[in-house]
């Protein structure tokens, strides 16, 4: 596993030649904007249980979430794993592993340079096997253009409290696979709150984020409808 632990350094940064040479950085505007909704990191790592990001170093937690890039360990596996003990050699090693990428990387450059990393460390009498589980680009709403500026507003108008764009961990591929191939940005306005669970076992969705969620996709469209 040597390979696959040397992706990142002791700074958190990805190691992969190239990798961060044509991403897009959120503005200074939008940086300060996160940073007063979350003053410090124990506002995103108190409440489950951490005390300190192990991300990226130089950047806040929310700020590696929203924003950064990032390579992950999913699943190690190997060897004797049952209980008790026994001095077995594995044959066999496997690993998952994921990269979340952001605006301006090509996640077929990313998967060609790992592999190309991986098989450099490999010893020589070992031998090496990689699957595939998808890919898709990083993808973000421009800053300064009228359809993220308009609906802000509109959200504005409709919360009571200036709206501000976020970034997202996840992945959403038909996002940027619209933009790929009709040249068109997608808005996404979703009305969660911050004890919704989205996908746990106690998920839940406050009644006044369907009422404010429909009076806000209003507000948009008929901004959206004006010259």
């Known amino acids: 596993m040597q390979g ?17 040479d044509n ?12 940073r007063a909704i979350f003053p410090d990191d124990s506002v995103t790592l108190a409440p489950v ?31 004797y794993e049952g209980d008790g003990f026994k001095t077995v050699l594995p044959a066999k090693a496997m690993a998952k592993v994921s990269f979340r990428l952001v605006p301006g990387q090509d996640p077929e450059a990313v998967r060609a340079a790992f592999r190309a990393h991986i098989r450099s460390v490999l010893p020589s009498d070992a031998t090496l096997h ?10 973000a709403v421009p800053e300064g253009g009228r359809l993220l500026g308009t609906a802000l507003e509109a959200l504005g108008a409709e919360w009571g409290v200036s709206a501000v764009a976020i970034g997202c961990g996840g ?15 997608s808005l996404l306005v979703g009305f969660a709150q911050d004890d919704d669970r989205i996908h746990s076992p106690n998920e839940q969705y ?10 806000s996709w209003v507000r948009i469209l008929d901004a959206f409808s004006r010259p």
Do not use: C
């Open 171 to 185: 992945s959403i591929p038909v996002v940027a696979e619209v933009k790929e191939a009709l040249d068109m940005d």
């Open 4 to 20: 696959a632990w040397s992706v990142r350094d002791e700074a958190g940064r990805v190691t992969l030649p190239g990798f961060y």
């Open 49 to 79: 249980g951490l005390s300190q990001p192990a991300g990226e170093a130089g950047f806040t937690a929310i700020e590696q979430i929203w924003a950064r890039p990032s390579y992950e360990i999913n699943g190690i596996s190997g060897g």
């Open 23 to 34: 991403i897009v950085v959120p503005s200074d505007t939008v940086r300060a904007q996160w």
């Open 130 to 139: 990689f699957t595939e589980h998808g890919a898709s680009t990083g993808f």
């Open 206 to 215: 406050g009644v006044e984020s369907f009422h404010k969620g429909i009076r």
